[in-house]
């Protein structure tokens, strides 16, 4: 929640994420959120269980579970272009 005030004077700002291993995006007024897939472990979705844990997968499902994220800066305009790959990709 500190961190935000120090952030919310600038005109647009962009959090790039990725090692809380669960992919969504979040808008907090100018600041928007992106998190990436872990490449380590995945995790369930936030509020798709009980309980915090790993996500069991098949073995040979895993690498389509697991991914990784680009993100292409386009000068001038400040927008960001947001493309994810799994593994098995």
Do not use: C, M, W
Request: aromatic share 8%; proline share 9%; no cysteine.
């Amino acid at each position: 929640a500190e961190l935000l005030t120090y952030l919310h004077p600038f005109e647009s700002v962009t959090v790039l994420n990725g090692h809380i291993h669960q992919v969504f995006q979040k808008n907090d007024g100018k600041v928007q959120f992106y998190t990436a897939a872990s490449t380590a472990f995945p995790q369930p979705k936030p509020g798709s269980r009980p309980k915090p844990g790993p996500l069991t997968v098949p073995a040979g499902e895993l690498s389509s579970y697991l991914g990784i994220r680009n993100v292409t800066v386009h000068q001038g305009d400040g927008q960001i272009a947001v493309a994810d790959a799994t593994l098995a990709s």
